[in-house]
């Protein structure tokens, strides 16, 4: 179980995960190896599961992003979980509840390309398409 000093360190890995033991440390009032100790406990017990990288997308070519829930056709869940999982322009897909089963971030280059992607969608299920006009809040909640 996460104490209050573990919490600390991952709020301050929230913000930047390439922060020296050190570093983190002098934030906390700890030393490197202890730093360095809590952190690989919270990497062996599953808490930390990874460190990723966030990429802005317009810099990457995608000026479009956007979110499709889809509401899958009878018998093509499978299919379309297999095949949804190839395609370069998910960024985020998750199995949800409701009415639709599948809720998808996409990054696009354009319009034509989100009706491209949309037409490859329609083999499975019924697309609902929100388009992201810009990003509010905190980026780590």
Same mark, same amino acid.
Request: glycine letters at 6%; a positive charge; aromatic letters at 8%.
């Given at each position: 179980? &996460?104490?209050?000093?573990?919490?600390? @360190?991952?709020?301050i890995? +929230?913000?930047?995960?390439r922060?020296?033991? &050190?570093?983190?440390?002098?934030?906390?009032?700890?030393?490197?190896?202890?730093?360095? =100790?809590?952190v690989?406990?919270?990497?062996?017990?599953?808490?930390?599961?990874g $460190?990723?990288l #966030?990429?802005?997308?317009?810099?990457m070519?995608?000026?479009? =992003? &956007?979110?499709?829930?889809? +509401?899958?056709?009878?018998?093509?869940l +499978? &299919?379309?979980?297999?095949?949804i =999982?190839?395609?370069?322009?998910?960024?985020e897909?998750?199995? @949800?509840?409701?009415?639709?089963n599948? $809720?998808i971030r996409?990054?696009?280059?354009?319009?034509?390309?989100?009706?491209?992607? @949309?037409?490859?969608?329609?083999?499975f299920?019924?697309?609902t398409t929100?388009?992201?006009?810009? #990003?509010?809040?905190? =980026?780590?909640?």
């Amino acid at each position: 179980m &996460a104490d209050d000093i573990d919490f600390k @360190i991952i709020d301050i890995l +929230k913000i930047n995960s390439r922060l020296s033991y &050190a570093e983190i440390g002098k934030q906390i009032f700890l030393s490197p190896s202890s730093v360095r =100790e809590r952190v690989k406990k919270m990497e062996d017990s599953g808490l930390i599961q990874g $460190y990723t990288l #966030r990429l802005d997308q317009r810099l990457m070519g995608n000026n479009l =992003e &956007a979110f499709i829930m889809l +509401k899958i056709f009878s018998g093509k869940l +499978k &299919a379309a979980l297999v095949e949804i =999982e190839s395609y370069p322009e998910v960024k985020e897909a998750f199995r @949800i509840t409701g009415q639709h089963n599948l $809720y998808i971030r996409i990054a696009l280059k354009d319009q034509l390309h989100l009706q491209q992607f @949309i037409d490859k969608l329609v083999n499975f299920g019924e697309p609902t398409t929100h388009l992201i006009l810009s #990003r509010i809040g905190k =980026e780590n909640f």
